[in-house]
Structures are given as C-alpha cells and as structure tokens.
C-alpha cells in the first residue's frame, strides 16, 4: 500500500482544502489531539485563519491491560469540566473496580492538568469561550474511534456554534460512528474495517511528534 500523506502537515493541507469547500463562519478554532494532531491542526489554523489549541485525552486502560481501553477522559479546556466516556460493555466483564476507576481516574485528571501547563494551555483559546465560534476538531487518525467520540463529547459541553470533525484516515466502521457526533464531518480516507492495520501506514512520514515541536505550533496560532 502506497502512503497517502507525505506527513502530518500534508495530510492537515489536504483536510484545509476539503474544509474550505464549507460554509464555517468566524471566528473559527482548530482543536487538535496532541501529540500527532497538533501538526494537522496546525495546517489547518494556517490555511483557514484559524486559532489553534488543544482537546486532552487519556486512555483509562484496564488493571494489568493498560492498553485496554475501558474509557476515556477528555479535557478541552474553555470552563468545561472533562468528560469521561466510559466503554459499558468491557466494564461489565471487568467486573467490580470502582476503587481501581476513582483511582486512575484521579491520576489521569493529574496527567491531563500537567500536559495542559506543559504545553502552555493554561488559558482556554478565544479568552475562554468556543460557544460562539466554529471549532474544527483534528487528529493525525482514528483507530478504533474512542479517544475521538471522547474528545468530541467534550468540546460539545462547550457550547460551539458549529462542531466539525476532521481526520485524515479511519477505518469505516469507526467513521460511520463518529460522523453522526459532529455538525460537519470531514475523513479523507475510510479503509474498510477488516483492512485497517494503523494510521502510521497511511504516511510516508509517521516521525513521532515531540513536546518542543507541539509548544511551538501551539505558540504560532494560539490566539492572543
């Protein structure tokens, strides 16, 4: 299979030419998922005058499976407190784990509030307010969507005049959910399910995103 991007910023370059087709009012901000988000957002604020910033995301992974994914915690910032989404089926096999999920839910709301000072989000975009804005939501890719429908939900407490959603690549049974949670939605590429292996393989260049490079894109077209 031949890459599709040459790299984070093309494939941002190619969702901003596809969003410029629609009718998004100002002001508009482009809320990326760090770390591999940040580059394609910032393609997008780049090419649609936009501000840019971030939606947090953590896992909650399962005790001993911490690649297992039992839900998620979003922050976006703006005032609103983080939404957690919570995978029911996998929590009822889990079985019983409150002490577990109080406890990892505490350490990721920690984790999130370090990441946000780390990367200089102390102060919500637009002097704190994305209900009058059109807020563009970004990542390098969707997986299995759950990060995605978390990060979502959370910007859409926020009040946003308009929601849209915009990825690169997703494997189409993840999509066909995750379209439905937006105003507008944007895949450049919906691989059937069972084909998908990783968003890596959709870019030529998949270089992991490095804390430095998000502090500076994030300070080039934060808004003031």
Not at 39 to 54: F, M, N, S, T, Y
Not at 129 to 143: E, F, Y
Not at 177 to 194: F, H, K, M, Q, V
Request: hydrophobic letters at 45%; charged letters at 20%.
């Amino acid at each position: 299979m031949s890459a599709n991007f040459r790299d984070r910023t093309d494939a941002g370059r190619q969702l901003a030419a596809e969003l410029a087709t629609l009718d998004l009012p100002p002001p508009r901000i482009v809320l990326a998922l760090p770390r591999g988000g940040v580059p394609v957002g910032h393609a997008i604020a780049q090419a649609l005058d936009a501000a840019l910033d971030i939606v947090l995301v953590r896992k909650i992974g399962a005790p001993g499976q911490p690649e297992l994914a039992l839900g998620a915690i979003a922050d976006c910032g703006a005032g609103v407190p983080p939404y957690i989404e919570w995978n029911t089926t996998l929590l009822h096999l889990a079985g019983p784990l409150q002490a577990y999920l109080d406890r990892t839910v505490a350490d990721e709301l920690d984790e999130l509030e370090r990441r946000r000072i780390r990367y200089g989000a102390t102060q919500p975009p637009q002097a704190g307010s994305l209900a009058d804005a059109t807020v563009i939501v970004t990542d390098d890719g969707v997986a299995t969507g759950a990060t995605m429908r978390a990060a979502l939900a959370a910007v859409r407490r926020a009040h946003p005049a308009r929601l849209v959603l915009a990825v690169p690549v997703a494997p189409d049974d993840a999509w066909l959910t995750l379209r439905g949670l937006a105003d507008e939605s944007i895949c450049l590429l919906t691989p059937p399910a069972d084909l998908f292996r990783a968003v890596g393989l959709y870019y030529r260049d998949f270089e992991q995103t490095g804390d430095a490079e998000v502090i500076a894109l994030l300070a080039d077209r934060r808004a003031p």
